[in-house]
């Protein structure tokens, strides 16, 4: 079949040619038949080529009888048809412009998110990407959590299921590469896990085990963006980057466009040491493997389970009984819950598609009615309907295709748009708009034209264009039949926008749920920063003691800052909290080998609560007696208090902390305001613990309350702090209020779209609904002027129209609200205090959409009721 295509297409090329041949044998043939008829019967030239042309009958019929032979008629016809089309598009710009861009919105939208699903779901850029897993503790089906250093290399010693295991923590330390040091994320790592990975360098060597080594020479990977720009390129390996105040040696460079590894982002991967561990935890390590030839991710679960349990018997300072070392696919950590989030796009412009679709369709149905009577004159000019058919679905496939090319287009603004956003979608960064989405938007195109040209089709094949032209009329369309199939794409319509509706408004009530609430702590005129100290000059926890120590009170007579305190987490942003402590209650023991609790458990100085005007409940503060020589203390929140003391006085009781039972108790001597560092959505459960009682970090979060806006007085410390040590680290500055806005980015950001995802499905069924009225009026426009005529007003004719346009939205929204008490459940893990079947948001967005639709259809009812019924009269319909 390709070769006879083929054939026929070279045919078609050289058709003039070979016209020309048939020509010139043709004319040979009638001179040599009129030269005989000359010579036999003595005939004039004239009279001999006459009756030559006579005996040889219709030269056209021949030539075309070689052409149907050479099979390229047909497409020299479509050829023909595809120009008329594209004549009759450009000359009917009322038409074609709306239509196009429908169309291109929806395909559009559809294939920027078709592009995000197909970079989220698919291939990882690993070689046996399927084989590589990521391992968790986790003692029940919702609670997993990560791993700590004696699972690590429990894991590594023992594990026969896995070919390679690695582990990996995420810090921000001070960077310097010959300019002034700056706070960056970095991922310390193990040797087993690049080589896990499978990753190969683009210059020098990854990390090896002899590197792993504590003693060893610090090494560190870096990217390749990077390299290029603090290093100087394709010459940094072995050049020297200061992480944390300590030199490491660059050993090479990951490839170019690799900054991402199994799911963390950045540009420094230094080797991790491990030493060998005193307890079972502390927890916060990242483990990933790739598994054994032969082995299953069943055999891994298996072995790991039983490691697990030999590791109880060798750390019974963790009394969780129930805990389980738990492998999952590399692939479902990336996507995590980012599928639901895909999932809500995708329905949405799929609605917006098929709304879209259906908009197109209605309108390509009334051109085709109106264009009957030169249908009809092209069939009795001796036009098929196979040719009718075929010019049809030529113009509708120009149609769609041109709109596939605009909304190529508009899905490539449409990516940027969600990369400027992001990153609430997994690997949304690698996104792009390649052949393949390229070749997606042209068969949804594709798909868009058979919808959108099958009711003209239907009409043409059902009824005989040239017999209606003997009747004198213009369309076939003033019957019910055709009025009754825009009325069922107007339903459509509404029933498809209204759960799109729904949706966004049920986030959008959500969104404002959540921004309503009180995150607990002054937001005016306190300010943040992140401090990082170098860990070379700062080792230990005396020479640490000492610098803030001598700092703080320093730093409060600065630039007009009245109180200043540090903190080790960043409320209310969960991305900045990874501050868990286990603990048991001496009041509340849990059970033998049952799990203990877990909170929160913010490390702050003296001045924290002062500084972000955090209320005393019941109890004291932190004061100057709760040093490291004193017994360890710690206030908790309201809500902690009520969680696990219901009805009781918090003050006084005592817990074990950190599963160490030979530890000194430590005793509850406060209870202050919630703070919700876990998010707003969040109650806010924590446990406060003094620094000065021996916990200082060297990376901490300054907080400062001035007189005037909030980040006035952060220059002048950071001038203070980098003329003390110019290894200081001092970065993210911004007021509280700007930390809050930013910790609900995604829920903000996910109303925003499907909002306006909304806005173009109501906008496109208005549109809808208001050309299906115009055209009612358009062609019931004498019988307008009869109903006037006999008296009838302005207000019947309105009323007659906008009932005609209410009852067909008022069915679609019925229909769409039954399907979005359905289909909004499946939402209630992504809204905050709304139920998805919210009645007054489901109300609402009803009623929003009646307005519109009654807008819409009060438009044309208008222009009806102003119809002259003499003119109208007087006018053939």
């Known amino acids: 079949m390709i070769a006879r295509l083929v054939r026929r297409l070279r045919a078609l090329f050289r058709s003039d040619t070979v016209d020309r041949e048939l020509s010139a044998e043709i004319e040979l043939h009638l001179e040599l038949e009129a030269e005989e008829l000359m010579r036999t019967e003595g005939l004039s030239p004239e009279a001999a080529r006459r009756r030559a042309r006579i005996a040889f009958g219709s030269v056209t019929r021949y030539r075309e009888e070689q052409r149907d032979a050479r099979g390229v008629r047909w497409i020299e016809e479509s050829l023909a048809d595809l120009k008329y089309a594209v004549r009759v598009l450009l000359r009917s710009p009322g038409y074609t412009i709306p239509a196009v861009l429908v169309l291109g919105l929806g395909i559009g939208a559809t294939t920027a998110i078709f592009s995000v699903v197909t970079t989220t779901f698919g291939r990882l850029p690993y070689p046996d990407a399927d084989r590589l897993i990521r391992i968790y503790e986790q003692n029940s089906p919702r609670n997993r959590w990560t791993t700590s250093v004696a699972d690590f290399q429990a894991v590594a010693s023992q594990a026969r299921t896995l070919r390679v295991v690695g582990t990996i923590v995420v810090r921000s330390v001070p960077v310097a590469a010959g300019a002034e040091p700056q706070t960056m994320t970095v991922v310390p790592v193990t040797s087993g896990f690049m080589r896990a990975l499978g990753i190969r360098p683009e210059s020098g060597r990854l990390i090896e085990p002899a590197d792993d080594s504590v003693g060893a020479a610090p090494v560190v990977v870096v990217s390749d963006g990077f390299a290029r720009r603090w290093l100087g390129g394709p010459a940094a390996v072995g050049k020297n980057v200061m992480l944390d105040g300590r030199a ?8 170019r466009g690799l900054n991402r590894l199994a799911g963390f982002r950045a540009d420094i991967w230094p080797v991790l040491q491990l030493k060998p561990p005193t307890r079972r935890g502390p927890f916060g390590m990242w483990m990933f493997g790739r598994l054994a030839d032969g082995a299953t991710l069943d055999d891994c679960r298996r072995e790991l389970a039983d490691i697990s349990i030999r590791l109880q018997g060798v750390w019974s300072d963790f009394p969780d009984r129930d805990t389980r070392l738990t492998p999952y696919t590399l692939r479902s950590w990336i996507v995590g819950d980012g599928a639901r989030t895909i999932g809500v796009f995708g329905v949405a412009v799929i609605l917006v598609l098929l709304i879209a679709v259906a908009n197109v369709a209605s309108l390509t149905l009334v051109r085709t009615l109106r264009r009957w009577r030169e249908l009809a004159l092209r069939s009795a000019l001796g036009a098929s309907r196979a040719r009718l058919v075929r010019l049809v679905t030529i113009e509708c496939t120009a149609l769609a295709v041109t709109g596939a090319a605009l909304g190529i287009a ?12 992001g990153p609430f979608i997994p690997r949304l960064d690698e996104a792009r708009l390649d052949a393949r989405a390229a070749a997606f938007a042209v068969g949804v195109a594709v798909l868009a034209a058979i919808v959108v040209a099958s009711y003209p089709l239907v009409l043409l094949v059902r009824r005989d264009p040239g017999a209606s032209l003997s009747g004198g009329t213009r369309t076939v369309g003033d019957g019910q039949h055709a009025q009754s199939v825009r009325g069922a794409f107007v339903v459509g319509e509404f029933a498809l926008a209204l759960p799109l509706l729904a949706v966004a408004g049920l986030l959008l009530n959500s969104f404002l749920r959540l921004q309503s609430v009180d995150p607990g702590f002054a937001l005016e005129p306190v300010a943040t920063a992140r401090i990082s100290l170098p860990v070379a000059r700062y080792g230990n926890d005396t020479v640490l003691a000492e610098f803030w120590t001598r700092m703080l009170p320093a730093l409060g007579n600065l630039g007009g800052a009245t109180l200043v305190s540090l903190g080790d987490a960043l409320p209310p942003d969960p991305r900045q909290n990874f501050n868990q402590n286990n603990f048991d209650l001496i009041d509340h023991p849990v059970g033998e080998g049952r799990p203990q609790s877990v909170s929160s458990w913010i490390t702050v100085t003296r001045g924290y609560f002062g500084t972000l005007g955090v209320p005393l409940l019941e109890g004291r503060l932190f004061t100057p007696a ?21 009805g009781e006085d918090a003050v006084g009781r005592q817990m074990i902390e950190g599963g160490c039972v030979t530890c000194p108790r430590t005793t509850i001597v406060g209870v202050v305001g919630d703070v919700r560092y876990d998010g707003l959505a969040l109650p806010g459960e924590a446990v406060y613990a003094p620094m000065e009682q021996g916990a200082w970090r060297r990376t901490l979060f300054l907080f400062v309350r001035t007189h ?58 208005a549109v809808g609904i208001f050309g299906l009225l115009s055209y009612i009026v358009a062609s019931r426009r004498r019988e307008i002027g009869v109903r006037m005529a006999l008296g009838a007003d302005a207000r019947a004719v309105v009323g007659m129209i906008v009932g005609r346009g209410l009852w067909l939205a008022g069915l679609g929204a019925v229909i769409g609200l039954a399907v979005a008490v359905v289909t909004t459940r499946w939402l209630a893990a992504s809204l905050f205090q709304v139920s998805p079947t919210d009645p007054v948001t489901l109300g609402l967005v009803t009623l929003a959409l009646l307005v519109v639709a009654l807008v819409a259809c009060w438009l044309p009812a208008r222009r009806a009721a102003t119809t002259d019924p003499v003119g109208a009269l007087r006018t053939e319909t």
């Not at 200081?728 to 700007?738: G, L, W």
């Open 626 to 646: 709760d040093t490291g020589s004193s017994p360890p203390v710690v206030v908790v929140s309201r809500a902690w208090a009520r969680h696990y003391f219901s």
């Open 708 to 765: 005037g806006t909030g980040t006035a007085a952060l220059p002048a410390i950071r001038a203070a702090l980098l003329a003390v040590d110019a290894g200081v680290s001092i970065d993210q500055p911004q007021a509280m209020r700007e930390v809050v806005e930013g910790s609900i980015d995604q829920p903000r950001h996910l109303a925003t779209l499907l909002l306006g995802f909304a806005v173009a499905a109501l906008a496109l069924a």
């Open 410 to 421: 508009l899905g490539a603004a449409g990516l940027r748009v969600l990369l400027a956003i």
């Open 248 to 255: 490491h040696t660059v050993v090479g460079v990951l490839p």
